[in-house]
Protein backbone atom coordinates (compact mmCIF):
# COMPACT_ATOMS: atom_id res chain seq x y z
CA UNK A 1 0.00 0.00 0.00
CA UNK A 2 1.19 3.17 -0.46
CA UNK A 3 0.65 7.26 0.74
CA UNK A 4 0.90 10.18 -1.32
CA UNK A 5 2.60 13.54 -1.53
CA UNK A 6 1.94 16.65 -3.14
CA UNK A 7 4.58 18.92 -2.82
CA UNK A 8 4.28 22.45 -4.19
CA UNK A 9 1.90 21.58 -7.39
CA UNK A 10 0.98 24.53 -9.47
CA UNK A 11 -0.71 24.39 -12.90
CA UNK A 12 -1.00 26.87 -15.05
CA UNK A 13 -3.37 27.44 -18.53
CA UNK A 14 -1.98 29.74 -20.33
CA UNK A 15 -1.76 32.80 -17.52
CA UNK A 16 -4.67 31.69 -15.54
CA UNK A 17 -3.22 29.52 -12.22
CA UNK A 18 -5.60 26.81 -11.62
CA UNK A 19 -3.72 25.24 -8.95
CA UNK A 20 -1.32 27.24 -6.99
CA UNK A 21 1.51 25.46 -5.20
CA UNK A 22 -0.69 22.88 -3.43
CA UNK A 23 1.11 20.44 -0.92
CA UNK A 24 -0.90 17.98 0.43
CA UNK A 25 -0.38 14.65 2.01
CA UNK A 26 -2.31 11.36 1.93
CA UNK A 27 -0.99 8.90 4.42
CA UNK A 28 -0.91 5.22 4.06
CA UNK A 29 -4.61 3.82 4.12
CA UNK A 30 -6.21 7.19 4.64
CA UNK A 31 -8.94 9.05 3.52
CA UNK A 32 -8.55 13.06 2.54
CA UNK A 33 -11.35 14.73 1.42
CA UNK A 34 -10.48 17.77 -0.49
CA UNK A 35 -13.73 20.21 -0.83
CA UNK A 36 -14.41 24.07 -2.19
CA UNK A 37 -16.85 25.52 -4.61
CA UNK A 38 -16.92 25.07 -8.54
CA UNK A 39 -14.11 26.42 -10.29
CA UNK A 40 -11.38 25.96 -7.18
CA UNK A 41 -9.33 23.91 -8.72
CA UNK A 42 -10.29 20.16 -7.07
CA UNK A 43 -10.40 18.28 -10.56
CA UNK A 44 -7.11 20.29 -11.98
CA UNK A 45 -5.35 19.16 -8.69
CA UNK A 46 -6.74 15.58 -9.13
CA UNK A 47 -5.62 15.07 -12.55
CA UNK A 48 -1.91 16.58 -11.76
CA UNK A 49 -2.01 14.21 -9.35
CA UNK A 50 -2.13 11.48 -11.78
CA UNK A 51 -0.44 13.13 -14.95
CA UNK A 52 -3.12 14.85 -16.88
CA UNK A 53 -2.95 18.05 -16.28
CA UNK A 54 0.14 19.99 -16.99
CA UNK A 55 1.89 20.61 -14.33
CA UNK A 56 4.24 23.65 -14.36
CA UNK A 57 6.14 23.30 -10.75
CA UNK A 58 5.95 20.52 -7.92
CA UNK A 59 6.10 16.88 -7.62
CA UNK A 60 3.94 14.24 -6.83
CA UNK A 61 5.39 11.31 -4.59
CA UNK A 62 3.77 7.99 -4.17
CA UNK A 63 5.20 5.99 -1.28
CA UNK A 64 8.12 8.08 -1.26
CA UNK A 65 8.78 7.89 -4.93
CA UNK A 66 8.65 10.56 -7.34
CA UNK A 67 6.22 10.20 -10.30
CA UNK A 68 8.18 12.54 -12.40
CA UNK A 69 5.49 14.75 -15.06
CA UNK A 70 4.25 12.24 -16.53
CA UNK A 71 3.66 9.69 -13.97
CA UNK A 72 2.80 5.86 -14.97
CA UNK A 73 -0.75 5.19 -14.23
CA UNK A 74 -0.64 2.25 -12.70
CA UNK A 75 0.19 2.83 -8.59
CA UNK A 76 -2.25 5.72 -8.84
CA UNK A 77 -5.83 5.76 -10.37
CA UNK A 78 -8.50 8.64 -11.02
CA UNK A 79 -11.99 7.74 -11.09
CA UNK A 80 -14.17 10.23 -12.63
CA UNK A 81 -17.89 11.95 -12.09
CA UNK A 82 -18.47 10.68 -15.78
CA UNK A 83 -17.98 6.81 -15.95
CA UNK A 84 -17.54 7.30 -19.75
CA UNK A 85 -14.20 9.04 -19.26
CA UNK A 86 -12.81 5.74 -18.29
CA UNK A 87 -15.23 3.17 -19.84
CA UNK A 88 -15.09 2.47 -23.46
CA UNK A 89 -19.21 2.70 -24.61
CA UNK A 90 -18.70 -0.36 -26.42
CA UNK A 91 -16.55 -2.41 -24.93
CA UNK A 92 -18.25 -5.24 -22.83
CA UNK A 93 -17.56 -4.30 -19.45
CA UNK A 94 -15.71 -7.54 -18.60
CA UNK A 95 -12.71 -6.78 -21.42
CA UNK A 96 -12.46 -3.25 -19.50
CA UNK A 97 -11.83 -4.89 -16.43
CA UNK A 98 -9.36 -7.20 -18.41
CA UNK A 99 -7.46 -4.29 -19.88
CA UNK A 100 -6.60 -2.88 -16.88
CA UNK A 101 -5.77 -6.08 -14.79
CA UNK A 102 -1.92 -6.91 -14.45
CA UNK A 103 -0.69 -9.41 -17.40
CA UNK A 104 -0.47 -12.28 -14.23
CA UNK A 105 -4.20 -11.35 -13.26
CA UNK A 106 -6.69 -12.31 -16.60
CA UNK A 107 -8.25 -14.66 -14.77
CA UNK A 108 -9.84 -12.05 -11.86
CA UNK A 109 -12.32 -10.34 -13.93
CA UNK A 110 -15.03 -11.80 -12.56
CA UNK A 111 -13.61 -11.30 -8.50
CA UNK A 112 -13.53 -7.40 -9.31
CA UNK A 113 -16.82 -8.06 -10.65
CA UNK A 114 -18.23 -9.04 -7.74
CA UNK A 115 -16.27 -7.31 -5.34
CA UNK A 116 -18.48 -3.86 -6.61
CA UNK A 117 -21.51 -5.87 -6.09
CA UNK A 118 -21.78 -6.54 -10.04
CA UNK A 119 -22.64 -10.23 -11.44
CA UNK A 120 -20.04 -11.66 -13.15
CA UNK A 121 -22.72 -13.11 -15.92
CA UNK A 122 -22.72 -9.81 -16.93
CA UNK A 123 -19.14 -9.30 -18.10
CA UNK A 124 -20.22 -9.66 -21.88
CA UNK A 125 -23.06 -6.20 -21.10
CA UNK A 126 -21.87 -2.93 -22.96
CA UNK A 127 -22.48 0.25 -19.78
CA UNK A 128 -25.12 1.36 -21.82
CA UNK A 129 -26.92 -1.68 -20.50
CA UNK A 130 -26.10 -0.85 -17.58
CA UNK A 131 -27.66 1.86 -14.53
CA UNK A 132 -25.36 4.82 -13.94
CA UNK A 133 -24.37 3.32 -10.25
CA UNK A 134 -23.77 0.11 -12.25
CA UNK A 135 -21.64 1.93 -14.55
CA UNK A 136 -20.10 3.75 -11.79
CA UNK A 137 -19.24 -0.06 -9.94
CA UNK A 138 -17.65 -0.61 -12.90
CA UNK A 139 -15.57 2.26 -13.29
CA UNK A 140 -14.10 1.67 -9.55
CA UNK A 141 -13.69 -2.32 -10.42
CA UNK A 142 -11.51 -1.03 -13.42
CA UNK A 143 -9.11 0.95 -11.16
CA UNK A 144 -9.25 -1.43 -8.40
CA UNK A 145 -7.87 -3.60 -10.94
CA UNK A 146 -4.66 -2.28 -11.67
CA UNK A 147 -3.84 -2.09 -8.02
CA UNK A 148 -3.19 1.00 -7.16
CA UNK A 149 -1.73 2.39 -4.01
CA UNK A 150 -3.69 5.50 -4.39
CA UNK A 151 -7.12 6.21 -5.51
CA UNK A 152 -8.21 9.87 -7.00
CA UNK A 153 -12.30 9.57 -6.65
CA UNK A 154 -13.51 13.04 -8.03
CA UNK A 155 -17.27 13.32 -7.68
CA UNK A 156 -18.06 9.88 -8.34
CA UNK A 157 -21.40 10.20 -7.42
CA UNK A 158 -22.28 13.31 -8.06
CA UNK A 159 -24.20 12.45 -11.38
CA UNK A 160 -25.86 9.67 -9.53
CA UNK A 161 -29.68 9.93 -8.24
CA UNK A 162 -29.41 10.40 -4.42
CA UNK A 163 -31.30 7.34 -3.84
CA UNK A 164 -28.12 5.43 -5.31
CA UNK A 165 -25.31 7.93 -3.97
CA UNK A 166 -25.09 6.03 -0.69
CA UNK A 167 -25.07 2.46 -1.52
CA UNK A 168 -21.87 3.52 -3.73
CA UNK A 169 -20.28 5.53 -1.07
CA UNK A 170 -20.72 2.39 1.75
CA UNK A 171 -19.35 0.25 -1.31
CA UNK A 172 -16.15 2.49 -1.35
CA UNK A 173 -15.86 2.76 1.84
CA UNK A 174 -15.64 -0.61 2.14
CA UNK A 175 -13.37 -1.54 -0.15
CA UNK A 176 -11.28 1.19 0.91
CA UNK A 177 -10.94 -0.38 4.51
CA UNK A 178 -10.40 -3.64 3.11
CA UNK A 179 -7.94 -2.77 0.30
CA UNK A 180 -6.27 -0.25 2.31
CA UNK A 181 -5.67 2.14 -0.24
CA UNK A 182 -4.88 5.90 -0.03
CA UNK A 183 -7.44 8.08 -1.44
CA UNK A 184 -8.11 11.82 -2.43
CA UNK A 185 -11.88 12.08 -2.42
CA UNK A 186 -13.04 15.47 -4.21
CA UNK A 187 -16.35 16.13 -3.58
CA UNK A 188 -18.55 19.30 -3.24
CA UNK A 189 -20.73 17.73 -0.80
CA UNK A 190 -19.16 17.97 3.30
CA UNK A 191 -21.89 15.36 4.37
CA UNK A 192 -20.03 12.84 1.88
CA UNK A 193 -16.37 14.13 2.95
CA UNK A 194 -17.35 13.59 6.17
CA UNK A 195 -18.97 9.56 6.15
CA UNK A 196 -15.91 9.27 4.49
CA UNK A 197 -12.33 11.11 5.01
CA UNK A 198 -9.85 10.72 7.99
CA UNK A 199 -8.55 14.32 7.04
CA UNK A 200 -10.12 17.46 4.75
CA UNK A 201 -8.38 19.89 2.70
CA UNK A 202 -10.11 22.99 1.29
CA UNK A 203 -9.44 24.46 -1.84
CA UNK A 204 -9.98 27.83 -3.08
CA UNK A 205 -8.45 29.80 -5.92
CA UNK A 206 -6.40 27.10 -6.33
CA UNK A 207 -5.01 27.36 -2.75
CA UNK A 208 -5.63 24.88 0.23
CA UNK A 209 -7.06 27.58 2.49
CA UNK A 210 -7.70 24.79 5.63
CA UNK A 211 -6.53 21.28 6.20
CA UNK A 212 -6.89 19.01 9.32
CA UNK A 213 -8.70 16.17 10.51
CA UNK A 214 -12.50 15.98 9.38
CA UNK A 215 -14.58 16.44 12.75
CA UNK A 216 -12.16 19.59 13.79
CA UNK A 217 -12.61 21.46 10.84
CA UNK A 218 -15.99 21.00 10.33
CA UNK A 219 -16.94 21.24 14.07
CA UNK A 220 -14.08 24.39 14.56
CA UNK A 221 -13.85 26.01 10.71
CA UNK A 222 -10.90 28.52 10.66
CA UNK A 223 -12.19 30.05 7.39
CA UNK A 224 -14.95 31.50 6.20
CA UNK A 225 -15.17 29.55 3.13
CA UNK A 226 -15.19 26.16 4.87
CA UNK A 227 -17.58 28.20 6.94
CA UNK A 228 -19.85 29.27 3.91
CA UNK A 229 -20.00 25.45 2.43
CA UNK A 230 -20.77 24.34 5.66
CA UNK A 231 -23.99 26.39 5.76
CA UNK A 232 -25.32 24.45 2.56
CA UNK A 233 -24.73 21.09 3.15
CA UNK A 234 -26.97 18.91 1.68
CA UNK A 235 -28.08 15.76 3.45
CA UNK A 236 -26.59 12.02 2.67
CA UNK A 237 -28.50 9.19 2.76
CA UNK A 238 -26.65 6.16 3.16
CA UNK A 239 -29.29 3.57 3.99
CA UNK A 240 -29.27 0.59 1.07
N1 LIG B 1 -8.14 22.39 -19.67
C1 LIG B 1 -8.36 23.61 -19.14
N2 LIG B 1 -8.05 24.73 -19.81
C2 LIG B 1 -8.26 25.96 -19.28
N3 LIG B 1 -8.78 26.18 -18.06
C3 LIG B 1 -9.12 25.09 -17.34
C4 LIG B 1 -8.95 23.76 -17.82
N4 LIG B 1 -9.37 22.89 -16.88
C5 LIG B 1 -9.81 23.65 -15.85
N5 LIG B 1 -9.67 24.96 -16.12
C6 LIG B 1 -10.03 26.07 -15.23
O1 LIG B 1 -9.38 25.87 -14.00
C7 LIG B 1 -10.24 26.25 -12.91
C8 LIG B 1 -10.41 25.08 -11.96
O2 LIG B 1 -11.18 24.08 -12.59
P1 LIG B 1 -11.48 22.69 -11.90
O3 LIG B 1 -10.20 22.11 -11.43
O4 LIG B 1 -12.29 21.88 -12.84
O5 LIG B 1 -12.35 23.14 -10.64
P2 LIG B 1 -13.29 22.28 -9.67
O6 LIG B 1 -13.05 20.82 -9.94
O7 LIG B 1 -12.92 22.69 -8.28
O8 LIG B 1 -14.70 22.69 -9.99
C9 LIG B 1 -11.54 26.72 -13.54
O9 LIG B 1 -11.51 28.12 -13.62
C10 LIG B 1 -11.52 26.09 -14.91
O10 LIG B 1 -12.23 26.88 -15.83
MG1 LIG C 1 -14.35 19.28 -10.52
Known sequence: MSSLEIRGITVRYGRFTAVDGVDLDVP?????????ESGSG????GRAVVGLAPVTAGRILVDG??????PRRGPVQLVFQDP??????????????AEALPRDGRGEVARYLEMVGIDPGRASATPDALSGGQ????????????????????EITSALDVSVQGAVLNLLREL???????????SHNLAVVRYL??????????RLVECGPVDDVLERPS???????LSCVPTLETSP
Open 28 to 36: DGTVTGLVG
Open 42 to 45: KSTL
Open 65 to 70: KDMGRR
Open 84 to 97: YSSLDPRMPIGASV
Open 135 to 154: RQRVALARALAARPGVLVAD
Open 176 to 186: QRELGFAMLFI
Open 197 to 206: ADTVAVMDAG
Open 223 to 229: HDLTRAL
